[in-house]
């Protein structure tokens, strides 16, 4: 069975960090490009970040682009979101979803970890 | 970017009847090497993380009701279903895969009138 499950949600003050993680199982890992995508509390889906499946191919929106970094760990099944900086406007529910190649739908998304950015 | 518009932003539709959701790509979303457009519809219910639908404007996923159906080309997409379940009250976005960044719709409500 598929299972895709994000970590590393909470509160946290504007300008601190948090890292996000998501582990994945059920599929193999390295044919995926994985992604985080992230719903502010009563809106819409916004791409944060997505990265190919050897981290040869990384991409960020421009909201988070030099405060958020992606990264994966083949051997652990495990992709990340560092993010620094924080701001009130980054809080949201970020999903980590998987696309069968670089540009694809994502036909798979965890359940979600909230982060909340207010002092 | 690609901006991706929905219309409508809600719609109340009676069970059993015909549901129709329309999507708008600033730009062609037409990848002309396989004649695919790269154009997504998912579905999020309440407290659940979006589900896909549709992919490549018109191919069901497995599993997905053949009530759901997608169509268009180009810029211009449009998602029905047939003939509206309760359990199809959710929010649905389109989306395009196209180009960096990918972009979603604003979304579009559906309930029951």
């Known amino acids: 069975e598929v299972q895709v499950v994000e970590s590393g949600g909470g509160l946290v003050q504007p300008g601190r960090s948090l890292r996000l993680s998501c582990a994945a199982s059920g599929f193999t890992f390295d044919d995926y490009a994985m992604h985080w995508v992230r719903q502010a509390p009563g809106k819409g889906l916004e791409w944060v970040s997505g990265?190919?499946?050897?981290?040869?191919?990384?991409g960020y929106a421009d909201s988070v682009k030099g405060r958020f970094t992606i990264s994966r760990d083949n051997a652990k099944n495990s992709v990340y979101l560092q993010m620094n900086s924080l701001r009130a406007e980054d809080t949201a529910l970020y999903y980590c979803a998987r696309s069968y190649g670089d540009y694809s739908h994502f036909d798979y998304w965890g359940q979600g970890t909230l982060v909340t950015v207010s002092s | 970017d690609i901006v991706m518009t929905q219309s409508p932003d809600s719609l109340a539709v009676s069970l059993g009847e015909r549901a129709t959701i329309n999507c708008k790509s600033s730009?062609?979303?037409?990848?002309?090497?396989?004649?695919?457009?790269?154009l997504a519809w998912y579905q999020q219910k309440p407290g659940q993380p979006p589900k896909v639908l549709i992919y490549w404007a018109s191919t069901r996923e497995s599993g997905v009701p053949d009530r759901f159906s997608g169509s268009g080309s180009g810029t211009d997409f449009t998602l029905t279903i047939s003939s509206l379940q309760a359990e199809d009250v959710a929010v649905y976005y389109c989306?395009?895969?196209?180009?960096?960044?990918?972009?979603f719709g604003q979304g579009t409500k559906v309930e029951i009138k």
């Open positions: 730009q062609s979303v037409l990848y002309s090497s396989n004649n695919k457009n790269d």
């Open positions: 990265i190919s499946w050897n981290s040869g191919s990384i």
């Open positions: 989306q395009q895969y196209y180009t960096t960044p990918t972009t």
